[in-house]
């Protein structure tokens, strides 16, 4: 099956920093989402992005499906923002409901 | 809404019993899923349903029925439960004909099997 990497697998931020993370995949993708993993445990939807860049707020994503990566851009981070980032992946051969998910980046964002 | 629900949120079975998660969700969404999150690892996907009537096996299947009977419900069975099935339970759903595609997750179930 597909293979997918997210680089790295730990951040540590002050407040206020920038950071990328990446999301390397092994397979054409027809579907690539984002998801943040809170304290608690809930996962939010991020982004739906299997082409091209997107942009909500102070994230933004990229995914470039030719090479085969995506990142997530996270600007002027807040305390808020800590968590683990997913990046999960459908390929063209596999339904939607689908997803292939990478082992996460854990985020810290210290005041 | 209120999106995708789970119950219970926390569960402890000993080994041997069988127990059902369920999930339910009130987007009218034909995708749904089942997936598992073990420490320092990402999800899992045990079983998806893309309708009423239709599922299929994931990565991780063994050990674990589900059925789709209606459009809301996506209930997890675990038939014997095994140490090896300590984890927490994530089920999602997503919009076929939603431009985005979007998965929205339910908040998650934690089993321990003593």
């Known amino acids: 099956g597909i293979q997918v990497e997210q680089s790295p697998p730990d951040l540590i931020l002050q407040e206020g920093a920038n950071s990328t993370l990446r999301c390397n995949f092994s397979d054409s993708v027809n579907n690539l989402q984002w998801f943040h993993q809170n304290p608690w445990g809930q996962l939010i939807n991020l982004f739906y992005?299997?082409?091209g860049t997107k942009q909500n707020g102070r994230l933004s994503a990229t995914t470039v499906a030719t090479e085969r990566y995506s990142l997530l851009y996270i600007s002027s981070s807040q305390t808020t923002d800590s968590g683990v980032y997913f990046c999960?992946?459908?390929?063209?051969?596999?339904?939607?409901?689908?997803?292939?998910f990478g082992a996460g980046t854990q985020v810290v964002v210290t005041p | 809404n209120a999106g995708v629900t789970q119950t219970p949120k926390f569960q402890v079975l000993k080994t041997g019993q069988s127990m059902t998660l369920q999930c339910a969700q009130d987007?009218?969404?034909?995708?749904m899923s089942w997936y598992r999150q073990d420490p320092g690892m990402g999800l899992r996907l045990i079983h998806y349903?893309?309708?009423?009537?239709?599922?299929d096996q994931g990565e991780v299947p063994n050990g674990y029925n589900v059925s789709r009977s209606t459009t809301e419900d996506f209930p997890l069975r675990l038939l014997s439960a095994a140490p090896s099935q300590t984890s927490v339970y994530f089920c999602a759903s997503s919009d076929r004909d939603s431009f985005t595609y979007e998965q929205y997750f339910g908040p998650g179930t934690r089993l321990t099997v003593t």
């Open positions: 999960a992946v459908g390929t063209t051969t596999d339904s939607w409901g689908k997803l292939q």
């Open positions: 992005i299997p082409s």
């Open positions: 987007m009218n969404h034909e995708y």
């Open positions: 349903s893309v309708g009423a009537g239709i599922t």
